[in-house]
């Protein structure tokens, strides 16, 4: 007889590779959701850290850096990996084998740009899939740059990013 823990294995190994990218300038507890959500469903997860400046957005965080932050709060799952990547997203899913890019949606205002990119992300490689995970709602308010705001005026962002994070930003922003 066929137990449901072998046809969850079977689920899962069907699920292949994919890639949760974004910026993660600092990384936060909504992304680390996702992240953890994503690594439920697929076998290999690899959360690709942008190392160029998208939007016209200086980051704040050196890329090393925010891939250290994600790396020590992902530790405990087995399946993930977190690289930097200054190249077309596609190209990097492609390098790694991933068959899909997970991305977190949070309100309408990420639908509009989210909408683009898939438009553009599906034209370079009609075979990798985009998927888009709901922010669960204790996160859909939460955004890397509302962190930094808050940061900067001396607002209290215990619970919003990990403490190693939250003690950086603030020691950053000081200077
Ligand atoms: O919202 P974010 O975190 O700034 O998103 C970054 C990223 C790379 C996920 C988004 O800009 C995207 O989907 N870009 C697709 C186009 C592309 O490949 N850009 C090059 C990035 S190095």
Request: net charge negative; with cysteine.
């Amino acid at each position: 007889m066929v137990t449901t823990p072998v046809r969850e294995r079977e689920a899962r190994r069907n699920a292949g590779t994919a890639v949760c990218p974004g910026s993660y300038d600092p990384v936060t507890f909504g992304h680390l959701d996702i992240i953890g959500r994503a690594a439920g469903v697929f076998d290999e997860l690899i959360v690709g850290v942008v190392d160029q400046p998208v939007r016209k957005r200086q980051p704040l965080f050196t890329a090393d850096e925010r891939v250290a932050f994600i790396e020590s709060e992902v530790a405990e799952y087995g399946n993930v990996q977190v690289k930097p990547f200054d190249t077309l997203l596609v190209d990097f899913a492609r390098e790694h084998g991933a068959k899909a890019i997970v991305k977190g949606l949070r309100a309408i205002s990420d639908f509009e740009y989210e909408f683009e990119m898939n438009q553009l992300n599906r034209k370079m490689a009609p075979d990798i899939e985009s998927i888009y995970l709901m922010a669960a709602p204790a996160f859909s308010f939460l955004s890397s740059s509302g962190v930094k705001e808050l940061a900067m005026f001396g607002g209290d962002i215990s619970g919003l990013v990990p403490d190693p994070v939250a003690a950086r930003l603030q020691e950053e922003l000081k200077r």
